[in-house]
């Protein structure tokens, strides 16, 4: 069995990037779908976390999709995280405000 190249590894763990917040926000949507069915101020207030959730998730990605060749780390400059939080917080308003 030939090993999995560098690239191709790398390739497929990227995409996994921000997973947990996807996970998240189906938690928020079971939990405002099957838990709080009753509750109605609840029910809206879980589901909207999660549509803000999603909507983080999609700008992270909107991010990293449009300044491909900038990534923000720990030797880049700092204007570069405040981008990515600007891009987030963006896609965060539109969602917010569009509900």
């Not at 560098?6 to 079971?30: C, K, N, Q, S, T």
């Not at 998730?57 to 204007?79: E, H, Q």
Request: glycine residues 6%; aromatic residues 14%.
């Amino acid at each position: 069995m030939t090993p999995i190249p560098p690239v191709i590894a790398a390739a497929v763990g990227d995409r996994f990037r921000m997973i947990e917040w996807l996970a998240l926000a189906i938690v928020f949507y079971v939990l405002a779908l099957y838990v709080f069915g009753g509750q109605p101020q609840l029910q809206t207030l879980c589901w909207k976390l999660g549509n803000l959730t999603v909507a983080s998730f999609m700008g992270y990605w909107l991010d990293r999709t449009v300044f491909y060749d900038t990534r923000p780390d720990a030797i880049t400059s700092p204007i570069y995280h405040i981008r990515r939080a600007i891009v987030m917080a963006a896609a965060m308003i539109a969602v917010a405000t569009g509900l």
